[in-house]
């Protein structure tokens, strides 16, 4: 069964329908400023030498669990014109 044909949110080789697979566009790294810092390291995420304000450069898996727990937003600025 091709993934479309699936019904949505069926599960495709231990994954979600429609989740890309590390090494897809989505796992390319993610440039955030970090809106809070309350240690060095946040959820596995090592922020040392790090600040409020500061763009920083990630994984797209740690990037995206640093946005949902409301620690960081993505820098859209240096995206301006790439589409």
Known sequence: MRDHD???GARVEGRHAGQEKAGDDNERPMELRLTRKLAEVIDGVDLKGRAVGDIVKLPASEARLLI???WAVEDT????GTD
């Open 77 to 80: 600025k240096g995206r301006q």
């Open 6 to 8: 699936r019904p949505h």
């Open 68 to 70: 949902a727990e409301g």
